[in-house]
């Protein structure tokens, strides 16, 4: 097999060409030069399966900023689904043999048979609370179990009763054969949506609906598109001159059968969204060529055919070229890769291995994060340390220095001499004399009449300041005074003394006349400094 | 995802966490190791450079205790001037007036410490001790008996009249002697013991 045709279609003055012959290869066209794209935007490899052939489209995309780098035809596609993998790996073999597909990411466009958009109405809710719900109420509406499938929330708008919210739904079936591409699939876009990528920019601003038709090798799309977004579609199949339907036995002539289907669903989209107005009809390949005209007339809407691809290719001679030869075979792929992530699926396996990446990515760089801390934290440690141990030996070279001179050695040697000086004197030091004080100041106190036989002054055996006093003695003198004058006398050594008495025993009392002999025994106690103080 | 994926993924990091994680305080705590040694080394290098500074000081304030350790020194006994310590006590006790009846102590005691003496002292040494006297001379006698140096202190006193009718009382004092080895002070400075 032999390259059919190549195209090059030039965006700037400087893009230099590439032309090569390459095996399988139907037709080609080469944007400049697809090796001068920026190292910093990701490429993306959009392959289109709903058309006869293999088609591809290759963009460098950064941010919103899109550049087209190569389209073209490959294969023929295979009626069964089985062979569908197989095409596919021989497909990237081939445009690997041209292309660098290294870090290409690969964007899967399939028909819409497996495709559904609904409109759910439900209560106001957030988070797992409306995925919950949304899940209800898409297996109420779908024709298999929404476990069998994956679904999207595209769009939320509040009403009356609560909110309204468009949900794609597609089968696992559908996307999950794809995952054999591996974290290589940037994921599965339904023709339906594929195609309303195209208008994301020509969105009207009257608030009035576009609709788009689009006829391919084996399927009629219908998308109504409002305020930038698909609303509504309708997908049908083709075969040949035919419109396939599910609920019409027989095929009926494609125009007269297209004019019914696009009436059947504007009823339908009135019925969901009163009030609706159709801004323009526009009509892509098959459509164009065949029943422009007569949608025209039908409907009474204004149909036309504007070029798809402006959006992508901003020189306007290239725009020109591009679609004078290739017409609207393109446009899935280029409305694919304008449309944001919340537009595509991916399969389960392939989501857990871009997961399983990111984590690795994640881990790769927190390692080199963490390694960078260790290696700075090291250094600074071992940095620190070396600078203290040099100071500590600094230290601890003076102090040798220090240590070894005779003034030093004079010096410690005065100093013990002076704390051993100092712990003899302190072991020297008296106690606080009191014997001969607290005679002198009991001597002083003694009234008249009172003289004393016995006076015994004692320590305290427990190591307190506490003398304890016992005194005995008598009183002679006038009978009437004798309880006065020992009284005013203990009296005088607890004011002066602090003598605290615990007991006065009196006996043996004689009266001679007007005097009197009374016998005594004091006892109490002062303690050490209290008659010093007075 | 599995957990052994996840852990798969993350034990390299998880490691270097735990390393970065073990380092840091590592490298603190041997840092504060070394602050303290260098905190330390700074005191003692500072303690000893004014150790220097003030040998001046310290030779000066030697001098003064060894004066007053002299001052102790002339006024104190021997440990084994006992008999010294009596005759002083009874010597002052005449010199008061009061005259010494008896003197007691701890013999068995008193050798104990003797054999036991290994530095200056002090050494005390329990005594009781009997005079008789006028008992104003007597309370004269106790307070310079008090003062004296080689008395550690006195803990009890008792005072008797016979009941004659005169001035004279018997004295009973329970106190402490204290020896004091100065020479032995000298001998442990110089380091000859």
């Known amino acids: 097999m032999t390259s059919e045709k190549t195209k090059v279609i030039n965006q700037s003055n400087i893009d230099t060409v590439r032309m090569e012959k390459i095996s399988n290869l139907k037709e080609e066209f080469v944007f400049g030069d697809g090796r001068l794209a920026s190292s910093m935007a990701s490429k993306i490899l959009c392959l289109d399966l709903t058309d006869k052939y293999l088609k591809y489209t290759m963009f460098s995309k950064r941010n919103i900023s899109i550049k087209w780098l190569y389209a073209g035809k490959l294969l023929e596609l295979p009626v069964q689904d089985q062979e569908t993998e197989k095409i596919i790996t021989a497909g990237i073999n081939i445009l690997s043999l041209k292309l660098n597909l290294n870090k290409v990411k690969i964007l899967i466009i399939i028909d819409g048979f497996d495709f559904f958009l609904r409109h759910i109405k439900i209560p106001e809710l957030k988070g797992k609370a409306l995925i919950e719900a949304v899940k209800w109420e898409c297996d109420k509406q779908i024709p298999f179990a929404i476990k069998e499938a994956y679904f999207k929330i595209l769009n939320t708008s509040k009403t009356a009763e609560g909110i309204q919210v468009l949900t794609a739904i597609i089968t696992k079936k559908a996307v999950d054969r794809f995952s054999f591409l591996g974290d290589k699939l940037l994921g599965v876009i339904p023709a339906p949506i594929a195609l309303s990528g195209n208008l994301l920019s020509k969105t009207n601003t009257e608030q009035l609906t576009d609709i788009v038709n689009y006829w391919g090798h084996s399927e009629a799309i219908i998308d109504f598109i409002y305020e930038g977004r698909l609303e509504f579609c309708k997908s049908s199949k083709l075969h040949e001159e035919s419109i396939v339907d599910d609920y019409l036995i027989q095929p009926v002539n494609i125009s007269e059968k297209f004019e019914n289907n696009l009436k059947n669903s504007l009823d339908f989209y009135y019925s969901l969204f009163p009030g609706r107005q159709i801004n323009k009809i526009m009509a892509y390949d098959s459509a164009r060529r065949k029943v422009t005209d007569k949608l025209s007339q039908a409907p009474g809407f204004e149909s036309i055919c504007e070029n798809p691809y402006g959006a992508l290719i901003k020189d306007r001679k290239s725009l020109q070229e591009f679609w004078d030869i290739s017409e609207s075979d393109y446009i899935l792929g280029a409305g694919a890769v304008q449309l944001n992530e919340k537009n595509i699926f991916l399969p389960h396996v392939v989501k857990q291995l871009l997961n399983l990446n990111r984590l690795k990515a994640i881990s790769r760089k927190f390692s080199i994060f963490a390694i960078l801390m260790i290696i700075i934290l090291a250094a600074s440690f071992m940095a620190e340390n070396s600078y203290r141990r040099k100071s500590i030996e600094q230290l601890q070279h003076q102090i040798d220095i220090i240590e070894s001179s005779a003034a030093f050695s004079e010096a410690v040697r005065c100093e013990q001499k002076v704390n051993a000086h100092l712990a003899s004197i302190s072991k020297l030091k008296q106690p606080a004399n009191w014997a001969a004080d607290l005679l002198k100041a009991a001597s002083h106190l003694v009234t008249p009449g009172i003289y004393f036989n016995m006076m015994d002054l004692a320590k305290s055996g427990d190591g307190s300041d506490a003398i304890e006093i016992r005194i005995e003695g008598y009183y002679y003198g006038n009978t009437q005074k004798a309880d006065i004058r020992l009284a005013v006398f203990i009296e005088n050594f607890h004011s002066y003394c602090g003598f605290e008495k615990q007991n006065l025993e009196r006996f043996g009392e004689t009266i001679k006349g007007t005097n009197k002999r009374l016998n005594f025994v004091l006892t109490g106690s002062t303690r050490i400094g209290k008659w010093t103080a007075k | ?193």
């Not at chain 2, 309370?139 to 004279?168: A, C, H, M, P, T």
Request: a neutral charge; proline letters at 2%.
């Open chain 2, 1 to 193: 995802m599995d957990s052994k994926v996840i852990l798969k993924v993350t034990w390299l990091p998880g490691t270097l966490v735990i390393i970065l994680v073990s380092l840091f305080f590592w490298s603190n705590y041997t840092m504060d190791k070394l602050d303290k040694i260098v905190v330390s080394q700074t005191a003692d290098q500072q303690y000893k450079q004014d150790l220097i500074l003030s040998i001046s000081e310290l030779q000066n304030k030697l001098s003064l205790l060894d004066d007053r350790l002299n001052q102790y020194n002339d006024e104190l006994f021997k440990l084994d001037e006992a008999i010294k310590a009596i005759k002083a006590v009874a010597s002052l006790a005449g010199n008061h007036g009061v005259q010494l009846l008896d003197f007691k102590f701890d013999l068995l005691k008193y050798l104990e410490q003797k054999k036991q003496a290994d530095g200056p002292g002090p050494f005390i040494l329990p005594f009781e001790a009997r005079f008789c006297g006028n008992y104003i001379k007597t309370g004269k006698f106790i307070q310079v008996l008090e003062r004296k140096k080689y008395i550690r202190d006195i803990n009890s006193i008792k005072l008797l009249n016979d009941g004659s009718g005169n001035n004279d009382v018997s004295c009973n004092i329970k106190g402490a002697l204290r020896f004091f080895n100065r020479s032995e002070l000298e001998l442990t400075d110089n380091g000859q013991i």
